[in-house]
């Protein structure tokens, strides 16, 4: 057990809907990153929190949007879902280290139908 | 141009061997970090081993150890003694140390590992 919960494990809805996947943390880990994994683009960095405030962004679409709230848990929002949107999207967290990894979540499967 | 390069999409190995898995690296960054992940088939990402980019030492952890070599800008993973358990999806990543604000890992592409009994 990573110590990182993402919820929910799986997800099925149709294009052009909005969801929400949702991140806990490891406990005292302040930054919390996501990553998309698909098969035509790998592990894809998303976007990087850090104490509640956005720290960087990779290739992260407009549709979808992120947040980190005072407790630390994180959300990513998704929008106007599309097809190729289906993908496993990852949660992890770490401290703020060069040197120490990152803890996994299980992932959210992620299936637009 | 990749950062992280994976050039090996599958290898087979016998149960009890060696197997190595390869890894390049680009970056012009002189502080970096080196990650393995293993992805079973249920999907999560398992932390094995790091290399620190002024570590002296190859790290080891277990059967994993890591053949770092910097001027070639490679950090091939090594697994001993092989079980049918170490079947999985390995990837190499890195994380650079310039900006101190971005901490993520960037990816290679993964090479799937089968462990053949």
């Known amino acids: 057990d990573s110590g990182v919960t993402q919820t929910p494990k799986h997800l099925i809805t149709a294009t052009g809907q909005r969801v929400t996947l949702r991140c806990s943390p490891r406990s005292g880990d302040l930054s919390v990153y996501w990553y998309q994994q698909s098969l035509d683009q790998g592990l894809q960095f998303l976007i990087q929190?850090?104490?509640?405030?956005?720290?960087a962004k990779g290739n992260i679409l407009e549709r979808f949007s992120a947040q980190q709230f005072p407790d630390l848990h994180s959300e990513l929002n998704l929008s106007s879902l599309e097809l190729g949107d289906s993908a496993l999207y990852f949660c992890a967290s770490s401290v703020e280290s060069l040197n120490t990894e990152a803890f996994f979540g299980q992932g959210t499967r992620l299936t637009v139908v | 141009a990749q950062k992280i390069t994976q050039t090996q999409p599958g290898m087979f190995v016998q149960e009890k061997e060696a197997v190595t898995l390869d890894c390049t690296y680009d970056?012009?960054?002189?502080?970096?970090?080196l990650f393995w992940y293993k992805q079973p088939s249920s999907g999560e990402m398992i932390f094995l081993i790091y290399q620190g980019s002024y570590d002296q030492q190859n790290a080891t952890e277990g059967r994993y150890s890591l053949n770092f070599q910097k001027a070639r800008k490679s950090a091939n993973l090594v697994i001993s003694a092989s079980q049918l358990g170490d079947s999985a999806m390995y990837f190499c990543?890195?994380?650079?140390?310039?900006?101190?604000?971005?901490?993520?890992?960037?990816f290679g592409s993964g090479t799937r590992l089968q462990v053949q009994p």
């Open positions: 929190y850090y104490n509640g405030e956005e720290r």
């Open positions: 970056t012009s960054d002189p502080s970096y970090g």
């Open positions: 990543a890195m994380r650079e140390g310039g900006d101190t604000g971005r901490r993520a890992l960037t």
